[in-house]
């Protein structure tokens, strides 16, 4: 520990003894401060409309790079101004290459955070990851990266035979995350290729692009236990213990794990499809590792767990034929005549441009009920995705129209009232049967 700060004071005392120093100090309090109101400056005069994605880009980028490459520039004019002058600039050139480094490692972040879907996590780590990687290569430019790695590797851990430093800690992290930050980028891109491919499948898509992803943070993750000295054989204990927790607490995420590549290799369920799940009937938005999207008609989303698709009963309206029938009950008076209306019904069926000249439009009577006579027009569409009210409200328009122009009345509930008992007094007399 005393290794790191004897170097730390060391080269603070070298850049203090400079006969400069305090010329050096101002020259950076200046810049500092007209960088600052520059980039505020140029920041109000650059308006992000929303409409152009190249622009939003253009902008977010130009707000993390402009300050710390003006401040390089701005040290560098400084530093070739004053060596002709025979002044000392080491602070000077110390922190040109620091300034140059934040700004392209926080355009290269900002990039990276980009090629992946947007995420509010990985937004909010956007500068906390910039700034470390620039605390690291900032430590490495002042000479004091090996000084501060031995006084991190100092604080460590024995657990049994096996020595854990924090150091060891902080390298599997980044080793892990630069791993995981490929691998998704990786992921990403087959992704993007696969949904842009018209040769397969839409649900061969979704099990392509699962399977790229789990395999490539799998392999990324073995690859960072390699890097960081970690032995496989040391992953039997942790092994034992995941598939204990799988066997208790995790047995169901397990499941919808494992139940969601059963839903894309055996192709029942494809994104896209119209489908019932118990009381839900939507459309299938995605299928994700544990869940599946289903949107109703009314815009709101489902969350259903892969595992209800699997031991559930599911209805696929679309599964091998977009087809659907639709029934139109009507119900007519028994004084009026049935073969008429069921013509009429027929005529009525083209009243919706969505229904189908095949198969045809069809009528049945299906009993005589107690108040009219059941009739049904049967229809067929091939949009279910559109609803089926709109349809069904363009014929029973159509339906009423003609029935109206035809004098064909729809029957109303009727009940015979018979009063044994005679009537009261006060009404008139001899009549023992009222119809209401």
Known sequence: MSNFFDTLWRS????LAQPNFLM?????????GLGWWLNHWLQRRLIDDGRSHLRHVAIRSSQRIFFPFFMALCLWLAAEVMLNFAFEVALLQLLQPVALALGVIRLLVYMLR???LSSPLLKTLEPIISTLIWLVLV???AGWLTAARDLIDQIALTVGTTRISLLMVLELIMLVTAAFTVSLWLSEIISQRLKNSRSISPSMQVGLVKFSKFFL???AFLVALNAAGISMSSLAVFGGALGVGLGLGLQRIASNFISGFILVLDRSVKPGDLITVGENFGRV????ARYVVLRNRQGVDSLIPNEHLIINEVTNWSYA????RLEIDVQVSYNDDPEQAMALMLESAYASPRVLTSPEPTVRLLNFADNGIHLQLRVWIADLENGRGAVKSDINRAIWHKFKQQGISFPYPQRDLHLKSGWPPAAASGQQDVKV
């Open 12 to 15: 603070t005392q070298s850049f």
């Open 24 to 32: 050096q100090l101002a020259v950076i309090a200046v810049f500092t």
């Open 114 to 116: 980009k090629a992946f």
């Open 139 to 141: 430590l490495h430019l």
């Open 217 to 219: 943070v799998t392999v």
């Open 285 to 288: 938005e995605q299928l994700n």
């Open 321 to 324: 034929d977009p087809n659907v």
